[in-house]
């Protein structure tokens, strides 16, 4: 597999592909006001739901891509948005059903999608994947941060502050390429450091809620934490919110993955327990939508992967990076 590796913000085309000759639903118009049913060329777009947070800025900024693509290039778009698995993957047999010319999907989870993006390769429909992988090889193109760099710089960031030595928690999301990868990161950058010890790792679902409610239960389990990973912004808050509600005082880091504006504000505040994340920028659906309607043009990738680096932000650099990375 041929693989770009994006540093820094901007994301680019140019790089990646040369010219070759009831669930929610929105579709885009023409520039000449024909709909999805008359244009020559659609995208179909497969997301989560979500309102807010990373999830949310990133079918946000889809949309905006999406609309810009119909507008300014007469490619329309049908974007639906699943609350689960199953939904998403009926999501997916329609817009096959529809003929979309492309298909851009962030499977809810990697496995449970993995024969939806199958059908979607049998069909001889061009499929961009974006952020959490399939188990196999349906996708023409994988847009997604660098996963395990968040893990392996997360654990690297922990040992050093703790001077190598400490009892860390982890919380994971949901079973996908995403969590496996974060988490496989994690273990190799602790692997040699027989003074750092996980005392718990659990599922916080990429959820502020669940992750509140994982790491109360775990802290009446565990008398000494000295620091907690988390594999997503979100879940850092609500795991902060636990600690202090329990009254903790050990605790002395939290670290997240995202680089939501609230996690920023935490870094730069010195009484905050939250003091790292590592980016992982939700404009990869940009790239996702961009690459989507070059495919249906009939664009060939030269490159199958796409990769965008895990920048540390700490107190050091955070003002550097606030105004373009933060959501």
């Known amino acids: 597999m041929k693989k770009t590796w994006i540093w820094g913000m901007a994301l680019g085309t140019a790089v990646i592909l040369s010219a070759c000759g009831d669930d929610e639903e929105a579709t885009g118009e023409g520039e000449n006001g024909e709909d999805a049913e008359d244009s020559d060329l659609t ?10 947070g990373w999830m949310g800025s990133l079918i946000d900024q889809a949309e905006t891509e999406a609309n810009e693509i119909s507008e300014n290039e007469d490619i329309d778009y049908v974007m639906t948005n699943a609350e689960d698995p199953n ?4 999501d997916v047999d329609d817009l096959i059903s529809q003929d979309v010319d492309a298909l851009v999907l962030l499977p809810i989870e990697s496995a449970a999608l993995t024969p939806a993006g199958q059908n979607v390769a ?6 961009v994947v974006v952020d959490r992988e399939l188990e196999n090889d349906a996708a023409d193109i994988v847009v997604t941060g660098d996963n395990e760099g ?14 190598g030595e400490g009892d860390v928690v982890e919380i994971t999301g ?6 496996e990868q974060r988490g496989a990161g994690f273990e190799e950058a602790i692997a040699g450091e027989d003074g750092i010890e996980v005392v718990a790792s659990q599922d916080g679902d990429f959820s502020t809620e669940t992750s509140l409610d994982v790491m109360q239960n ?3 389990a565990q008398d000494n934490i000295d620091a907690v990973y988390t594999q997503d912004d979100g879940m850092a808050f609500g795991v902060l919110q636990a600690i202090e ?3 903790r005082e050990d605790i002395q880091y939290i670290t997240g993955a995202g680089g939501e504006t609230e996690m920023f504000d935490h870094i730069q505040d010195e009484d905050s327990l939250i003091t790292a994340t590592f980016l992982y920028p939700p404009s990869m659906s940009v790239e996702g939508v961009r690459l989507g309607a070059d495919l249906a043009q009939g664009e060939e990738p030269e490159e199958t992967e796409v990769v965008l680096e895990a920048t540390e932000i700490t107190d050091e650099n955070a003002d550097e990076y606030y105004e373009d990375a933060s959501f």
Not at 122 to 127: E, K, R
């Open 122 to 127: 049998d069909a001889g429909i061009p499929l």
């Open 87 to 90: 939904e998403q993957a009926n």
């Open 150 to 163: 968040i893990g392996y710089n997360a654990g690297q960031y922990l040992i050093d502050e703790l001077d």
């Open 43 to 52: 995208i179909g777009i497969s997301l989560p739901s979500a309102t807010h």
């Open 245 to 247: 509600e329990a009254g």
């Open 174 to 179: 949901p079973p996908n390429s995403v969590t």
């Open 218 to 220: 775990i802290l009446q």
